[in-house]
């Protein structure tokens, strides 16, 4: 051996040496096939011919080099081989990584580089494959300014030295093939930086499993070995997820929808919640379950919106495979499922993205566009390719591989200006000088145009907070391209009307007149979502003026408000029994209040808005479209709201009929368009949703009496403090 290659065996003994491929491994020196092999935990190595199981030569230990192994054999041509280690009495048998060629090919990295490889976890992360005749796992990660990448776990007694990955090509990407690793392998990365610096050992940003908090390590998880079984949803949702279909969602915490207090109070599995908690959503008619992030993240108490692996469900309740069961069975059962997804902001975790190779690599490195003050996390940087495509794959994976039907993105308007949350000279103006993230705006049409276009019937949905124009409008209009918007206004303002005390209600009608007036520019959904029940807000019940039945009665009047207004509907756990307390994450919803009558009540009034909502056309048809829609009557003495909603055939509208006083009036006369029979769908104020029971005796007959503007009107009972829901069935004969 020369010189030279001594040098290198001293540096690998030392952990110094970037290149192991051009040393490890089978090479040919004077002509002759030689084997290079760093063990330090070995006292003996043998390289055993794969085909005949016989040794082919004993290796060396090299001196100055501990750890190295070293010999020729009396072969000339490249052959198969394995290793057999010994240390003490023990002996094993292992490949050899080293023997192996590159997995990744000159496209692969050329895609990569460019920042347009959108089956970028195919290539990334831990993957199980057979290559070159041997069953192992491929690793690849994408740190461009390490000086040494190495892979780490209990296979190599977690020495960054034994492992160093090969960098390929010119895309920054580090890759090494190990055989034997399967399924459940437990590993992380080991970089040094540009200057040879050890840093802190990282998770893989393209892990697809994760070992449990408070450990940090990422786990190799199979792909592809899952047999789906929602077929027929698959090839209904387009159908069942467009405008003008009926979309109701249910928004949950797994950790704390339901928990188990005889097992030390655990949440429900993934598992689980497919039996317990797909049977209820279906049976309480929603379309769909939103989930709160569920990809992996370090802290509990951020409900998931401080995640670190992008890429791997949260093992908290369960393993990849088992949270698949969970999609299947919401598949199967006729529900979709949404998951936030947090493309915002990520922590500051020394395992996680930040100064990934000793570099501000995902984030920026300015702090004044690359941290976050508010949540004191990073801020991606959307301008560089490489993020914009792993962030955009992302999207892509939770789609192709998990089924999963739509993504609710977290904090838009925070991405969208760079100066949201900043004081002046604390952001930085954009390249016209202006306050817009121009980058992160390209970066979500980008997004919404890729998602939309890879799967058939998916949606994306933005809880945007500001007037922005034009984010449910489509990329090739000007727009951001989303399906859906949160109606972040129509939720402050209504929920602050519903606050006030009824008597006062009258100075404050504007606040529900209002959102009438855009209800249309964009593709809203009502949300009363997590965010409303935490932080000192109170339950949504809490927000409710009054004591007791006048308590539950603003609140059922305020849910059929928002049932027969334009939109669709999101509910968070809890909130559909009027939970009156706020959201615990480390406590279950409080499930025994169905024991009490006024919360069993609002369970059943939810349910039954569901399938009157899903049943009428006129509710859901024309939800986007202001032709759908026609006001009344909004008068603010008597807080009284009338409002027709139409189906696309305009045959059979319907009439919704809000009284927010304690005051029943008889005899109210409210306009409509048809004469004829207009029946009673539904009364928040029924004695099977614990009301007064007043009523209009199943429906009403109009009569040829013109009123605000309408050529005929109904003469009703309007229950105090209700919403009432009239159907037009047939015209009088």
Avoid at 113 to 133: C, F, N, T
Wanted: proline share 5%; aromatic share 12%; glycine share 10%.
């Amino acid at each position: 051996m020369s010189a030279k290659g001594q040098g290198a065996f001293q540096e690998l003994s030392r952990g110094s040496f970037d290149d192991p491929f051009s040393v490890l491994g089978l090479h040919e020196i004077d002509g002759m096939q030689c084997i290079t092999v760093f063990h330090p935990d070995a006292d003996a190595v043998e390289a055993i011919d794969v085909e005949t199981g016989q040794s082919i030569a004993a290796l060396v230990p090299q001196p100055d080099a501990h750890g190295v192994f070293h010999s020729s054999t009396d072969r000339t041509k490249r052959f198969a081989y394995s290793l057999r280690f010994t240390r003490g009495t023990e002996s094993w048998d292992a490949g050899d990584a080293y023997r192996h060629g590159p997995v990744l090919g000159e496209l692969d990295e050329y895609l990569i580089g460019e920042g347009s490889h959108l089956r970028l976890w195919e290539k990334l992360g831990a993957h199980i494959i057979d290559h070159e005749g041997v069953r192992g796992t491929h690793f690849a990660v994408w740190a461009p300014n390490a000086k040494r990448v190495s892979l780490i776990g209990d296979f190599n007694a977690w020495d960054g030295r034994r492992n160093v990955m090969r960098k390929t090509g010119g895309s920054g990407v580090w890759e090494i093939f190990m055989p034997g690793l399967a399924d459940g392998t437990v590993y992380k990365f080991e970089l040094q930086d540009d200057q040879g610096q050890l840093l802190p050992e990282k998770a893989d940003p393209f892990g697809f499993g994760a070992e449990h908090p408070p450990r940090t390590a990422s786990v190799v998880r199979d792909l592809h070995k899952y047999d789906w079984q929602d077929e027929n949803w698959m090839k209904s949702r387009g159908a069942r997820q467009r405008i003008d279909q009926p979309v109701s969602v249910y928004e949950v915490h797994l950790g704390s929808w339901r928990r188990i207090p005889e097992e030390d109070n655990r949440p429900l599995s993934y598992q689980e919640n497919a039996r317990d908690l797909v049977s209820y959503v279906k049976d309480m008619g929603f379309t769909h379950i939103e989930l709160l992030p569920v990809s992996e993240h370090p802290f509990d108490g951020s409900w998931g919106y401080q995640p670190i692996g992008l890429f791997a469900p949260t093992i908290r309740y369960g393993t990849l495979d088992e949270f698949r069961t969970f999609v299947d069975a919401c598949h199967r059962a006729g529900l979709g499922l949404i998951i936030d997804w947090v493309p915002g902001h990520f922590p500051e975790d020394k395992h996680g993205l930040g100064r990934f190779d000793g570099t501000p690599l995902y984030e920026h490195a300015d702090p004044r566009e690359g941290w976050h003050p508010d949540w004191r996390t990073f801020i991606y940087n959307y301008g560089r390719t490489e993020v914009q495509n792993f962030l955009i794959a992302n999207a892509l994976y939770w789609m192709r591989e998990h089924h999963v039907d739509g993504l609710r993105v977290d904090a838009v308007a925070s991405m969208l200006y760079r100066d949201y949350s900043r004081a002046e000279g604390e952001w930085v103006p954009n390249d016209q000088g202006g306050r817009e993230n121009l980058e992160a705006i390209d970066f979500l049409k980008r997004t919404n145009t890729l998602v939309y276009a890879d799967m058939d019937g998916v949606m994306t949905i933005a809880e945007e907070s500001t007037a922005f124009p034009g984010v449910s409008t489509p990329v090739d209009a000007g727009g951001l391209g989303f399906g859906f918007k949160w109606n972040m206004g129509w939720m402050n303002d209504t929920l602050s009307y519903m606050q006030e005390n009824p008597v006062h209600r009258k100075y404050h009608h504007n606040k529900i007149e209002f959102g009438f007036h855009y209800a249309f520019s964009e593709n809203f959904v009502l949300p009363l979502s997590h965010d409303e029940v935490v932080h000192g807000k109170g339950s949504i019940l809490d927000r409710m003026p009054g004591e007791g039945a006048e308590k539950f009665a603003n609140l059922r009047a305020y849910y059929g408000f928002m049932w027969g207004h334009p939109g669709k509907k999101l509910l968070f756990m809890g909130s559909e029994f009027g939970q009156g307390w706020e959201w615990n994450h480390n406590e279950s919803i409080g499930w025994h209040l169905l024991d009490n009558a006024q919360h069993k009540g609002v369970q059943t009034l939810v349910r039954d808005l569901n399938r009157v909502y899903a049943q009428t056309p006129a509710l859901y048809q024309l939800d986007c479209k202001a032709e759908g829609f026609a006001l009344v009557e909004s008068n603010a003495d008597e807080s009284v709201f009338a409002w027709l909603r139409f189906d696309e055939e305009r045959k059979r509208p319907v009439l919704v009929v809000c009284n927010f006083t304690p005051v029943g009036r008889e005899g109210r006369r409210i306009g409509v368009p048809l004469k004829g029979r207009w029946t009673e769908r539904l009364n928040t104020d029924a004695e099977c949703y614990c009301g007064g029971g007043l009523g209009n005796l199943g429906g009403v007959v109009a009569d040829e009496i013109a009123v605000t503007g309408q050529p005929f009107s109904l003469c009703l009972t309007l229950p105090p403090l209700s919403t009432v829901m009239f159907e037009f069935e047939a015209p009088d004969t």
